[in-house]
T-cell receptor
């Protein structure tokens, strides 16, 4: 029973353009939504989050959108930079702060 | 402030051997968790703790034990290693808001 889906395993975007990463979920109990970025041989690093009472949160080049009725979460990166090339995981929280449910990840490659 | 530290970085075990993966954090976080990452499967929760002396099972707890005697440390024990436990293991800690901070990982190979 996969509660979180990242349907695009990989994405290639030109430098300067917008990158859009998507996540769909089924569990309506999720109340806090996060994006993590992971480089090879490193642990995931927190990028941006949004609570269930909001539909948008912005931090510099990164914006997260939440559509609760569609159970859809997205991350927009604009403009994309080569240093953004990494694997991006969406993660969801329901209840205790210790239990994140992760998507399978999308590998973003930003090309010159 | 080192954040979350994990040792060892890499380990090779033979089937049936036991070992402990160490995790420590210096941010005074109450919440700590262990995840494993396998290709194509994202990160899956093994065990977690909401404070010293309190632990609970996550999604994939079989074959692993944990204890939390102090706020800072959260070791993960493999009781009898199996090839299916070959994976990358991440420890994380967080405040109550749920934003988890991860260690650099331990890469485990079980032969």
């Amino acid at each position: 029973d996969q509660q979180v889906k990242q349907n695009s395993p990989s994405l290639s975007v030109q430098e300067g353009r917008i990158s859009i990463l998507n996540c769909d979920y089924t569990n309506s109990m999720f109340d806090y939504f996060l994006w993590y970025k992971k480089y090879p041989a490193e642990g995931p690093t927190f990028l941006i989050s949004i609570s269930s009472i909001k539909d948008k949160n912005e931090d510099g080049r990164f914006t997260v959108f939440l559509n609760k009725s569609a159970k859809h979460l997205s991350l927009h990166i604009v403009p994309s930079q080569p240093g953004d090339s990494a694997v991006y995981f969406c993660a969801f929280l329901a209840g205790t702060a210790s239990k994140l449910t992760f998507g399978t990840g999308t590998r973003l490659q930003v090309t010159l | 402030n080192a954040g979350v530290t994990q040792t060892p970085k890499f380990q090779v075990l033979k089937t049936g051997q036991s070992m402990t993966l160490q995790c420590a954090q210096d941010m005074n976080h109450e919440y700590m968790s262990w995840y494993r990452q396998d290709p194509g499967m994202g990160l899956r929760l093994i065990h977690y703790s909401v404070g010293a002396g309190i632990t609970d099972q996550g999604e994939v707890p079989n074959g692993y034990n944990v204890s939390r005697s102090t706020t800072e440390d959260f070791p993960l024990r493999l009781l009898s290693a199996a090839p299916s436990q070959t994976s990358v293991y991440f420890c994380a800690s967080s405040y109550v808001d749920g934003t988890q901070y991860f260690g650099p990982g331990t890469r485990l190979l079980v032969l």
